[in-house]
């Protein structure tokens, strides 16, 4: 039980630390470190020490982005060809924690707002970490519903600090975009001749658009299954 409480603390720790709150972990280390010192348990004392003294060279070399200790997701994407990329800063406690990339594919013809909220949709269904305020380029439609599974506002910034560091995220989804670009143009080459062979192959009088496979399963040579 006591293992099992201790194993709570670490994890409760952990999602402290990721969430920015890097206040309550120096607050904790600092307390343990005192605590060791007086049952007089100096190698645990000093282990400690170096524990905190790491992560506030770390902290130290975090870039501070908001002075009063915000949370946000700053949102750039770039669209180009039949690919979006889409940049995510993620701020915790007024600290760039550190950016994420992602690669949408067929969004060839949709508008940018659609993108820009079908993105939203999926990437905020799909973890727990909402931030206070997510900064984008363009109100989304049903904004309103995912404001409510997220707790956070949605906002555009105007000028400022956020309107530069928006900008700087929206430059780094179209750096990424540039990289990505030759790679799926690439890749929709191959797949066409591909198609065009399959086709060939087959007689077909157009290329196909979808293929369907089966896993066909039999138990001791009998009861097909697929």
Not at 19 to 32: A, F, T
Not at 94 to 101: A, E, N, S
Not at 166 to 195: E, G, K, M
Request: net charge positive; aromatic share 8%.
């Amino acid at each position: 039980k006591e293992y099992q409480e201790s194993y709570r603390e670490s994890i409760r720790r952990v999602m402290a630390f990721f969430s920015g709150n890097d206040k309550q972990i120096i607050r904790y280390l600092k307390n343990e470190m005192q605590h060791a010192s007086d049952k007089k348990e100096f190698e645990r004392a000093a282990f400690l020490r170096d524990k905190l003294q790491a992560l506030t060279r770390m902290l130290e070399q975090q870039n501070i982005i908001s002075p009063n200790q915000e949370s946000l997701d700053i949102i750039g994407v770039a669209v180009g060809g039949k690919i979006a990329c889409v940049n995510i800063f993620r701020v915790r406690g007024g600290r760039l924690l550190h950016q994420t990339r992602h690669v949408l594919r067929n969004t060839a013809h949709t508008p940018f707002k659609e993108i820009l909220r079908a993105f939203c949709q999926q990437y905020y269904a799909q973890t727990l970490d909402y931030p206070q305020r997510i900064v984008i380029a363009e109100m989304i439609d049903d904004r309103e519903t995912l404001e409510k599974l997220t707790g956070a506002q949605f906002f555009i910034p105007q000028r400022g600090r956020l309107k530069k560091l928006l900008r700087t995220s929206t430059n780094n989804a179209l750096d990424a975009l540039r990289l990505q670009l030759p790679i799926f143009s690439r890749t929709d080459t191959w797949t066409t001749r591909a198609l065009e062979e399959l086709q060939q192959l087959l007689h077909l009088p157009t290329l196909p658009v979808r293929i369907e496979t089966y896993d066909i399963s039999n138990f001791q040579g009998k009861h097909p299954t697929g």
